[in-house]
């Protein structure tokens, strides 16, 4: 994983691409984690889906530079919309049941 | 040559068929009809309280009819064979089969076991007498036990012991006739407690089933004895040999005339070949032993057998035999006499006849005169070639009867009691009849048949006298019939019953004659008969001028407690009343108005009608069976003699019977009617003056012996009872300290045991189970926090889950 990169911050180099994916995934993480809003939340989720498509074109580039990582970040820009598409359908159904999205209020199966 | 035709007939294995099976068949079906009625009666209002005076309902009398009609056409069925029968054969073949039960029920070893019937002249004699004797007594129960509410179970008892007793006489063999036996026993047993409320009559019919099963026991023996010492005569101990026999005589007119043949045609008439090998029938076993006498036998080799086997007459073997040194004739022949002694109540088995009073009247007049305590006598009859092969125990019988005669004679002399008088009676004579066996002849049945009319007599007559005193000395508020369960008048309140029973007293006056043995009636005459078989008798060991003399003592007392038994019922007033004698309305004891004078001076006619029948048979039954012999210009043999000779032709050894000499025999009448006119003046003296207090209670040591039966009461107590209960309290106390203890040990430590396993199961195994389901749902409710329902919550330990996944993959992995 040290391949190409060098100790300075001069040049941009995997290195910030993987801490900005860290970042960008913390981010992510923490939205979802302390977000009550399930259209926030599910932002959250893109952002963590973001994250790791920035990872797997960094890594693809940085690695042995070919397009796999890119290919597979299409792949998770597909998968982010079909998912955004469910669970907007979700989101909305659970309003139609309670008038509110608030996910803290979604606890009526725990029993 | 009777008895040669007799064998020769009885060699053939054939008689004429007859149906011998009714005369078991009609008393069984009565008492199964009244056994019906009886559980009927018992089934109902178990629980319903006694009423005050029982009422038998008609259906219950209906029993009573039931009975005397299956008795009555019992007797006609059994006369219409041996007089329509039997008697019309000549002397030589009378002898009848029944062609139903002949048949082998079973065989052990080389023994074959079947229930044939047959009649000879012997049991001809004796199916009259128990059918006719038994219908007279019936009639008379059916009357006397008219107001008893239990009757249907009364005569059920009484027909099945009418049906016993024909087996037992009817049989062919040991097996039926052990089978009559023992259903004599349990009847006796059943009809003896019949009042089982009473604890004497429980007594004592328990007592009498124990003293006879303690004599089928040596019964029982002396069978098997004789049996397998029959099973070793043949060419090897077990196999049946054939002995060949072949007649040189003349051949008789009977099977002449069969044959086409002129009489008195000498010829050689076709051999017979008779088995040789155990056997239980009576017949073969009397073609086995008693050939040798009857015809010379021809020992052959029987077909098959080796060259140096041959079969002989049992008698000769036997007579050879030995058990335990003595001979085995002798030892089968003493255990057949305890057997007989036990059932006919002689020395040692002698006490239980007079306890056996504790039943009804009838019932004891049952076994007195016609049944049970005769079978005895028959057996010896009926086996007495048998007993012709043992001297000792002839000896043995002779002198058995002998004592038991004196000493029963003695005993009724200073009884209380009527009933016991007439059954200490019964004992003494029928220890005449063992006595009788001394000669192999048919005195003994003579004596049988003779002493069956004057016994029922006197019984019967006993039991009028007894409902006349009590309804006299009970007529204040007594239950109804039956109570005759309660004691029994004593003799002491007897008395001055001449003028109220005037037909009783004469039966009862004529049976006391007979029994006395006064030539008027039939007493004497079979009397008579046992002296010249006990004077003549060719194989006793003791000397017969001593047996005659204590049988002419023992006539002596016989002819005294007769008359004092006489003088008591009937003559004087009635006991400690002022009246004079014959006016039953002077009794002492206060009488409701309208109470007894009717009961007193209704003498039933049904019940003296038949006390007089009886009577007179008594009168009549001896001159007209047995005038003796010296009394005819042409010396014929008595009637029942010349019918019974051919069952007893080989009955007498080697030595045949000894005529007796006209002098003797009038010597012996002589002497019989001195005695007993001896004993009856002394009886008139002592108690014809009605002096009541001499009939007190024995006072004297010796007369109390007497009176208590000879001790033998005491020797049972001392002998039998005690040890007998003793080892039972002994096995009680084992029972009880050891057994029980030990069970109850065991049991304690199983419930140790169990409690333990209990404690262990419900605190260790339940707590184990519970624990772990506690700890499961505990942890479950733990975890079950977890599932708070917060989305943002899961997020964050999903994150911390894989965070912390990374970490340990990353510090632990190499």
Redesign the interface.
């Known amino acids: 994983m040290t391949g190409g990169t060098s100790g300075s911050l001069a040049v941009i180099g995997l290195r910030h691409f993987v801490v900005l994916s860290a970042v960008l995934f913390t981010l992510g993480l923490t939205t979802v984690a302390t977000r009550r809003n399930a259209v926030a939340i599910l932002m959250g989720i893109e952002l963590i889906l973001n994250a790791a498509a920035l990872n797997f074109v960094a890594f693809a580039h940085y690695g042995h530079g070919a397009i796999t990582g890119q290919v597979f970040a299409v792949f998770v820009v597909v998968l982010a919309a079909a998912e955004a598409a469910v669970a907007l359908a979700i989101v909305l159904s659970v309003y139609r049941s309670f008038r509110a999205i608030d996910v803290t209020r979604l606890d009526t199966l725990k029993d | 040559m009777h008895g040669l035709t007799y064998f020769s007939t009885s060699l053939t294995p054939r008689g004429t068929e007859a149906a011998l099976w009714l005369l078991l068949v009609l008393p069984l079906l009565g008492a199964l009809a009244c056994g019906a009625l009886a559980l009927r009666a018992s089934g109902r209002a178990p629980g319903a309280p006694k009423p005050a005076v029982y009422r038998p309902a008609a259906l219950d009398r209906l029993a009573g009819v039931i009975a005397v009609v299956a008795v009555i056409a019992t007797f006609l069925a059994g006369a219409a064979m041996v007089f329509g029968q039997l008697l019309p054969l000549p002397p030589g073949e009378r002898l009848l089969r029944s062609p139903v039960g002949s048949a082998s029920l079973f065989t052990i070893g080389g023994i074959r076991a079947s229930f044939g019937l047959f009649m000879d002249p012997l049991a001809a004699v004796m199916v009259l007498l128990v059918s006719g004797l038994g219908a007279l007594i019936h009639l008379y129960a059916a009357r006397y036990m008219r107001d008893d509410p239990a009757q249907p179970r009364f005569f059920a008892f009484l027909n099945l012991f009418v049906a016993a007793m024909l087996l037992l006489v009817l049989g062919d063999g040991l097996l039926p006739l052990f089978f009559g036996w023992e259903g004599v026993g349990v009847c006796s047993y059943f009809l003896i407690g019949f009042w089982h409320r009473k604890p004497a009559a429980v007594g004592a019919a328990t007592k009498a089933f124990i003293v006879n099963r303690v004599g089928d026991v040596a019964l029982l023996l002396g069978v098997g004895l004789t049996v397998w010492g029959l099973a070793n005569v043949g060419t090897r101990p077990g196999e049946i040999g054939v002995l060949q026999v072949e007649s040189r005589e003349s051949a008789p007119s009977v099977s002449a005339r069969t044959s086409g043949e002129g009489p008195g045609v000498a010829r050689r008439r076709p051999a017979r070949r008779i088995p040789v090998g155990p056997t239980l029938s009576f017949s073969e076993m009397r073609d086995e032993i008693g050939v040798e006498i009857a015809l010379p036998p021809t020992v052959v080799r029987p077909a098959g057998a080796p060259a140096d086997v041959h079969a002989y007459p049992a008698r000769t073997l036997i007579a050879r035999m030995t058990v335990a040194g003595l001979p085995l004739s002798f030892v089968a022949c003493v255990l057949i006499f305890l057997g007989a002694a036990g059932k006919s109540a002689q020395i040692p088995f002698s006490a239980w006849l007079p306890d056996a009073m504790a039943g009804p009247t009838p019932v004891s007049a049952l076994i007195h005169a016609a049944t049970m305590v005769t079978a005895g006598v028959y057996l010896f009859a009926r086996l007495g070639f048998l007993f012709a092969l043992s001297p000792g125990a002839v000896t043995v019988v002779v002198v058995g009867g002998t004592l038991t005669a004196l000493g029963a004679a003695g005993a009724a002399l200073f009884q209380s009691d009527l009933k016991r008088v007439l059954a200490y009676s019964t004992v003494s004579q029928l220890g005449y009849m063992f006595a009788a066996t001394a000669g192999g002849g048919s005195s003994g049945i003579f004596h049988v048949v003779t002493h069956g009319f004057f016994k029922a007599a006197l019984f019967l007559a006993a039991g009028v006298i007894i409902h006349a005193v009590e309804e006299r000395l009970h007529a204040r508020g007594r239950e109804a019939a039956g109570d005759e369960a309660q004691d029994l008048p004593t003799m002491r309140e007897l008395g001055g019953l001449a003028g109220a029973l005037p037909w009783t007293r004469w039966a009862y006056f004529v049976a006391c004659l007979a029994l006395a043995g006064f030539p008027i009636a039939s007493g004497f005459y079979s009397k008579d008969q046992i002296f010249a078989a006990v004077a003549t008798a060719p194989n006793l060991l003791v000397s017969p001028p001593l047996v005659l003399g204590a049988l002419a003592v023992t006539s002596f007392l016989t002819a005294c407690y007769a008359f004092r038994s006489y003088y008591f019922a009937f003559s004087g007033t009635a006991a400690r009343a002022s009246g004079t004698a014959g006016e039953p309305a002077s009794r002492s004891e206060p009488v409701p108005p309208g109470g007894s004078t009717a009961h007193a001076s209704s003498e039933s006619r049904l019940l003296a009608g038949v006390v007089l029948a009886l009577g007179v048979g008594a009168l009549v039954a001896g001159p007209l069976l047995g005038w003796p012999r010296n009394w005819t210009a042409s010396h014929a043999t008595p009637a029942l003699d010349a019918f019974l000779e051919p069952v007893f032709a080989g009955n007498f050894g080697a030595v045949p019977p000894v005529e007796v000499p006209p002098a003797l025999e009038w010597g012996l009448q002589a002497a019989g009617l001195g005695v007993a006119v001896l004993g009856f003046l002394v009886a008139r003296r002592l108690y014809g003056r009605r002096a009541a207090a001499t009939a007190a209670a024995p006072s004297g040591a010796f007369t109390r012996f007497l009176a208590g039966g000879g001790g033998l009461d005491t020797a049972y107590r001392l002998l039998a009872v005690r040890p007998v209960l003793a080892l039972a309290r002994a096995m009680a106390w084992v029972d009880q300290r050891i057994i029980d203890r030990a069970v109850d040990g065991v049991a304690a430590a199983g419930v140790a045991v169990a409690r333990f396993t209990g404690l262990f199961d419900r605190h260790v195994v339940d707590g184990a189970v519970n624990g772990a389901s506690a700890g499961v749902v505990a942890a479950g409710r733990q975890a079950a926090r977890l ?6 919550l899961y ?2 330990l999903l ?1 911390a889950g894989v965070a912390g996944t990374v970490v340990l993959v990353y510090f632990f992995s190499s």
């Open positions: 599932q708070s329902g917060r989305l943002n997020i964050v994150a």
